[in-house]
């Protein structure tokens, strides 16, 4: 799946080899159980494939730590998700509990599939911290606490704040954010249903279980048809019991909905970030129009807007022409200062717009890519069923010529 | 392919037992594998069973289905000689010459109730009938009355069950489709079977049933209602005390009637609940596949694949609809129909017990000392030779009948079994089919597909 088109990969190879359980304390000093992974770097093949670094454990906190820093330092970019923290969309077979081996394979996998991708970036692989996390098992927390991220990351609240007041956002962008809203709830309602099908399935192909013991017994009162209620009875335990790896195939193919699922909250991250920038833009130039209208009324001492100034004035009698001066010209600094913070601000959104634009058109070229041939390996895995499960019947009946001889 | 000829030889002594008042209308030729039965059944030499039976393999027509419903027309034509072979391997007469069909079901309204009535159409080319074709129509309870008529004239032959009466489950109507069409095929098996039975066809209440318009005229007759009584007292008074020395091989039959039954309830709800369950995943999968059409919509180069993958879910849905008709219009009937049969199997061998409890009553009273007079002590003699006989004709009838139903079961449950795998088969075979259409259309680029 993955070419290596970045200087990193090209270099190394990337592995989420194992998992292991530990106990500790957490940060509220309790006892708990959870799963770590093992990060194994190696050098490429050609490189002489030795290990680099210290093939660090990591736990999924220190990934979403991880994700989180990447979020705030490059807020332009679509960043991967990581596997779901809780099992969702599970249909009555598949446990919801995160120490549940199967469950900690899947995630296995998609931690490795988030690390290669992010690998696979241009620009994130670039990063200092991403390599730190891959190889040093020491210091790596310090390390990423250390960058301020933490200070730099927009809040909730002042992110939600913009996108509720932003006046002109760029329409691409809102376009943007409604599709991935639309794709979020397609993909959920998707798997949401596909669960209840899995389960049903499951339910069919299980009953037919019930047969095989009952042919079994039958067989031994029948003289005649003894051979072939056994032979039909065991075929019948055979088909029963291989639904278990056609559903199991079936996840993997879920995992992969889910994987872009998740992407849709990195691409509405963008669309955030755009507004909040947007947002600023229009608060720095609201600002310095402000700023400019008190200027004027300064200068003219005509005071069209209702202000504080104006009141007190009017109460307390009018400055002297030294106060104003000062005034003035403390005035004439911030509209300055705004003028180039609007500058400022009008160069960051637009650069951002280009960096984040790129940004899309590929990702949306990625996923239409992946996703047509996880539609296509689909396809596949249901032929495959029919044949295996269309052989193990054949062999049943079709020679029922076989069968009924016997029968 | 090998088959061999059975015949169901039935002697005099295997005639069954007449109720009287119908005797004056039989008029029935010589077959070559049928006796004529003898009026008086004491008079019947008691020989022992020469019915042949085969074991080991049996024929099996290939391609040959039992035919529980359409018309009487398939029946005919090249494929006879088919039939015939059929036939025999079901256990029925070598010649078939009374055809049934069951159909039309409506709705009869009158001031009391509502009920259903069915056409019954029948074509034979017996002698003994007048006509060669008759439309007839009846109830449920005709059919009831007709089946009871056959078990007091032939009380230890098995013969086919009815379907069971209505009986309030869940939120089936009684005049539902389903619950209708489910009875007609049954009773349309149920005339079959009997039409083909070389013993029951010649009843002659089934000749009333088929031909008569009016059937509640000769309902009415019949002194069968109290005289049941009387006997049903008698049985019971003998239940109590039980047969003694039941025949070995009647003890096996009891033993597989009662495994039997075991078995055939166990898959009777086994297959019930694998309706039940496919068709919550129909109702699943329904909504499944629309919803690629709609993450479809938002989409622009994905929008082609997502549309082609609801496509084939929508077709695989139809084949599960598919599968899913034959297992509640084939499977499940037959099964169920094998079920009841099952209780008809203990039954006829309680009736057989009862026969020869009370021949060893008789017995018994004959060897006791309290007999006084000489007069008593032949009365009672001949009653016991009386009794002997009966227990002697039933015994033998059963057992020819016992064969005949073996074969005709594993016949049914066979055909039923196999025709299920393989629709099993096909519908794998045509999922198949279908994705590997979808998938030829994504290796060949848009725009460059072919219809």
């Given at each position: 799946?993955?070419?290596r088109?970045?200087?990193?990969?090209?270099?190394?190879?990337?592995?989420?080899?194992?998992?292991?359980?530990?106990?500790?304390?957490?940060?509220?000093?309790?006892?708990?159980?959870?799963?770590?992974?093992?990060i194994?770097?190696?050098?490429?093949?050609?490189?002489?494939?030795?290990?680099?670094?210290?093939?660090?454990?990591?736990?999924?906190?220190?990934?979403?730590?991880?994700?989180?820093?990447?979020?705030v330092?490059?807020?332009?970019?679509?960043?991967?998700?990581?596997?779901?923290?809780?099992?969702?969309?599970?249909?009555?077979?598949?446990?919801?509990?995160?120490?549940?081996?199967?469950?900690v394979?899947?995630?296995?996998?998609?931690?490795?599939?988030?690390?290669i991708?992010?690998?696979?970036?241009?620009?994130l692989?670039?990063?200092?911290?991403?390599?730190?996390?891959?190889?040093?098992?020491?210091?790596?927390?310090?390390?990423?606490?250390?960058?301020?991220?933490?200070?730099?990351?927009?809040?909730?609240?002042?992110?939600?704040?913009?996108?509720?007041?932003?006046?002109?956002?760029?329409?691409?962008?809102?376009?943007?954010?409604?599709?991935?809203?639309?794709l979020?709830?397609?993909?959920?309602?998707?798997?949401?249903?596909?669960?209840?099908?899995?389960?049903?399935?499951?339910?069919?192909?299980?009953?037919?279980?019930?047969?095989?013991?009952?042919?079994?017994?039958?067989?031994?009162?029948?003289?005649?048809?003894?051979?072939?209620?056994?032979?039909?009875?065991?075929?019948?335990?055979?088909?029963?019991?291989?639904?278990?790896?056609?559903?199991?195939?079936?996840?993997?193919y879920?995992?992969?909905?889910?994987?872009?699922?998740?992407?849709?909250?990195?691409?509405?991250?963008?669309?955030?970030?755009?507004?909040?920038?947007?947002?600023?833009?229009?608060m720095?130039?609201?600002?310095?129009?402000?700023?400019?209208?008190?200027?004027?009324?300064?200068t003219?001492?005509?005071?069209?807007?209702?202000?504080?100034?104006?009141?007190?004035?009017?109460?307390?009698?009018?400055?002297?022409?030294?106060?104003?001066?000062?005034?003035?010209?403390?005035?004439?600094?911030?509209i300055?200062?705004?003028?180039?913070?609007?500058?400022?601000?009008?160069?960051?959104?637009?650069?951002?717009?280009?960096?984040?634009?790129?940004?899309?058109?590929?990702?949306?070229?990625?996923?239409?890519?992946?996703?047509?041939?996880?539609?296509?390996?689909?396809?596949?895995?249901?032929?495959?069923?029919?044949k295996?499960v269309?052989d193990?019947?054949?062999?049943?009946?079709?020679?029922?010529?076989?069968?009924?001889?016997?029968? | 392919?090998?088959?061999?000829?059975?015949?169901?030889?039935?002697?005099?002594?295997?005639?069954?037992?007449?109720?009287?008042?119908?005797?004056?209308?039989?008029?029935?030729?010589?077959?070559?594998?049928?006796?004529?039965?003898?009026?008086?059944?004491?008079?019947?030499?008691?020989?022992s069973?020469?019915?042949?039976?085969?074991?080991?393999?049996?024929?099996?027509?290939?391609?040959?289905?039992?035919?529980?419903?359409?018309?009487?027309?398939?029946?005919?034509?090249?494929?006879?000689?088919?039939?015939?072979?059929?036939?025999?391997?079901?256990?029925?007469?070598?010649?078939?010459?009374?055809?049934?069909?069951?159909?039309?079901?409506?709705?009869?309204?009158?001031?009391?109730?509502?009920?259903?009535?069915?056409?019954?159409?029948?074509?034979?080319?017996?002698?003994?009938?007048?006509?060669?074709?008759?439309?007839?129509?009846?109830?449920?309870?005709?059919?009831?009355?007709?089946?009871?008529?056959?078990?007091?004239?032939?009380?230890?032959?098995?013969?086919?069950?009815?379907?069971?009466?209505?009986?309030?489950?869940?939120?089936?109507?009684?005049?539902?489709?389903?619950?209708?069409?489910?009875?007609?095929?049954?009773?349309?098996?149920?005339?079959?079977?009997?039409?083909?039975?070389?013993?029951?066809?010649?009843?002659?209440?089934?000749?009333?049933?088929?031909?008569?318009?009016?059937?509640?005229?000769?309902?009415?007759?019949?002194?069968?209602?109290?005289?049941?009584?009387?006997?049903?007292?008698?049985?019971?008074?003998?239940?109590?005390?039980g047969?003694?020395?039941?025949?070995?091989?009647?003890?096996?039959?009891?033993?597989?009637?009662?495994?039997f039954?075991?078995?055939?309830?166990?898959?009777?709800?086994?297959?019930?609940?694998?309706?039940?369950?496919?068709?919550?995943?129909?109702?699943?999968?329904?909504?499944?596949?629309?919803?690629?059409?709609?993450?479809?919509?938002?989409?622009?180069?994905?929008?082609?694949?997502?549309r082609?993958?609801?496509g084939?879910?929508?077709?695989?849905?139809?084949?599960?609809?598919?599968q899913?008709?034959?297992?509640?219009?084939?499977?499940q009937?037959?099964?169920?129909?094998?079920?009841?049969?099952?209780?008809?199997?203990?039954?006829?061998?309680?009736?057989?017990?009862?026969?020869?409890?009370?021949?060893?009553?008789?017995?018994?009273?004959?060897?006791?000392?309290?007999?006084?007079k000489?007069?008593?002590?032949?009365?009672?003699?001949?009653?016991?030779?009386?009794?002997?006989?009966?227990?002697?004709?039933?015994?033998?009838?059963?057992?020819?009948?016992?064969?005949?139903?073996?074969?005709?079961?594993?016949?049914?449950?066979?055909?039923?079994?196999?025709?299920?795998?393989?629709?099993?088969?096909?519908?794998?075979?045509?999922?198949?089919?279908?994705?590997?259409?979808?998938?030829?259309?994504?290796?060949?680029?848009?725009?460059?597909?072919?219809?």
């Amino acid at each position: 799946m993955v070419e290596r088109e970045t200087a990193l990969l090209k270099k190394i190879d990337i592995n989420v080899a194992e998992s292991e359980k530990r106990s500790g304390k957490n940060t509220v000093n309790m006892q708990e159980t959870y799963t770590v992974y093992l990060i194994e770097i190696r050098w490429v093949v050609e490189r002489g494939g030795l290990p680099v670094g210290d093939s660090p454990w990591r736990r999924y906190s220190e990934f979403e730590l991880l994700r989180t820093y990447l979020l705030v330092t490059y807020p332009f970019v679509v960043i991967p998700p990581l596997p779901e923290k809780r099992a969702e969309f599970v249909w009555h077979k598949l446990s919801a509990d995160n120490l549940d081996p199967d469950f900690v394979e899947r995630r296995r996998l998609g931690l490795e599939n988030f690390l290669i991708r992010v690998a696979s970036h241009s620009v994130l692989s670039k990063d200092k911290i991403f390599y730190q996390f891959l190889t040093e098992e020491k210091g790596w927390r310090e390390a990423v606490l250390e960058t301020g991220f933490q200070d730099k990351a927009d809040s909730r609240l002042k992110s939600l704040s913009a996108t509720l007041r932003v006046k002109n956002p760029d329409k691409s962008f809102t376009d943007l954010k409604q599709y991935s809203d639309e794709l979020n709830s397609a993909i959920s309602h998707l798997l949401r249903v596909r669960a209840k099908v899995a389960d049903r399935m499951y339910g069919v192909y299980k009953v037919h279980g019930n047969y095989g013991r009952i042919f079994s017994e039958w067989s031994a009162i029948e003289k005649e048809m003894g051979d072939g209620l056994q032979s039909a009875g065991h075929h019948m335990d055979t088909h029963s019991a291989s639904v278990d790896d056609i559903l199991e195939e079936e996840e993997h193919y879920a995992d992969q909905l889910k994987e872009y699922l998740f992407y849709t909250d990195a691409l509405r991250s963008v669309c955030r970030k755009h507004e909040l920038i947007q947002y600023e833009l229009e608060m720095a130039v609201l600002d310095l129009a402000s700023k400019k209208q008190q200027r004027e009324e300064l200068t003219t001492g005509a005071v069209r807007v209702f202000s504080l100034k104006g009141m007190s004035s009017k109460l307390f009698g009018q400055e002297s022409p030294e106060q104003r001066e000062s005034r003035l010209a403390a005035l004439q600094q911030s509209i300055q200062a705004s003028e180039d913070a609007v500058l400022d601000k009008n160069q960051e959104c637009r650069e951002f717009m280009r960096m984040s634009w790129e940004e899309v058109k590929r990702f949306k070229e990625q996923k239409d890519r992946e996703l047509r041939e996880a539609l296509i390996s689909y396809a596949i895995m249901q032929i495959s069923m029919c044949k295996k499960v269309g052989d193990n019947m054949g062999t049943a009946t079709c020679d029922p010529h076989h069968v009924t001889r016997t029968m | 392919m090998v088959w061999k000829r059975r015949s169901y030889t039935y002697t005099k002594a295997q005639a069954p037992v007449l109720s009287g008042d119908l005797e004056e209308d039989l008029d029935l030729e010589e077959d070559e594998d049928l006796e004529v039965f003898s009026k008086n059944p004491s008079l019947a030499v008691g020989s022992s069973v020469s019915s042949s039976v085969v074991q080991g393999s049996l024929v099996h027509s290939p391609g040959a289905l039992v035919r529980s419903s359409g018309s009487m027309v398939n029946q005919y034509g090249l494929e006879e000689e088919e039939e015939e072979e059929e036939e025999e391997a079901r256990g029925g007469v070598p010649t078939r010459d009374l055809f049934v069909t069951v159909d039309h079901p409506e709705s009869h309204v009158t001031a009391i109730e509502t009920f259903i009535v069915y056409r019954v159409l029948a074509r034979t080319t017996r002698g003994d009938f007048d006509s060669s074709e008759y439309e007839v129509h009846r109830r449920y309870q005709d059919f009831l009355w007709l089946r009871g008529k056959l078990e007091e004239g032939h009380p230890t032959l098995i013969i086919h069950p009815l379907p069971e009466k209505f009986v309030m489950k869940g939120l089936v109507e009684r005049f539902s489709e389903d619950f209708i069409e489910t009875r007609r095929r049954a009773l349309q098996t149920f005339l079959s079977k009997t039409a083909e039975h070389p013993m029951l066809s010649r009843s002659p209440q089934l000749k009333v049933f088929l031909t008569e318009q009016d059937l509640t005229a000769i309902k009415k007759q019949g002194p069968s209602f109290l005289s049941r009584m009387g006997d049903s007292v008698r049985a019971a008074a003998i239940a109590v005390r039980g047969v003694r020395a039941r025949p070995q091989e009647f003890g096996a039959m009891q033993d597989y009637a009662d495994e039997f039954s075991c078995k055939m309830s166990a898959l009777d709800k086994v297959t019930q609940r694998i309706i039940k369950e496919q068709n919550e995943y129909l109702e699943e999968l329904s909504q499944y596949g629309p919803l690629y059409s709609q993450w479809a919509e938002l989409e622009a180069d994905l929008s082609e694949p997502l549309r082609g993958v609801a496509g084939c879910l929508d077709l695989c849905g139809r084949e599960t609809e598919e599968q899913l008709r034959h297992l509640t219009e084939v499977l499940q009937p037959t099964l169920h129909q094998y079920l009841l049969c099952a209780d008809t199997l203990k039954t006829v061998l309680r009736r057989r017990d009862h026969i020869q409890a009370e021949f060893e009553a008789k017995n018994d009273a004959l060897a006791s000392s309290a007999v006084s007079k000489k007069g008593d002590l032949e009365t009672l003699k001949e009653e016991a030779a009386g009794l002997e006989e009966r227990v002697e004709s039933a015994n033998s009838a059963l057992k020819g009948d016992w064969a005949r139903w073996g074969d005709a079961m594993r016949y049914d449950l066979r055909e039923a079994l196999v025709s299920t795998a393989d629709k099993n088969q096909d519908y794998y075979e045509k999922c198949l089919a279908v994705w590997e259409t979808f998938l030829l259309s994504q290796k060949t680029p848009p725009g460059q597909e072919e219809d």
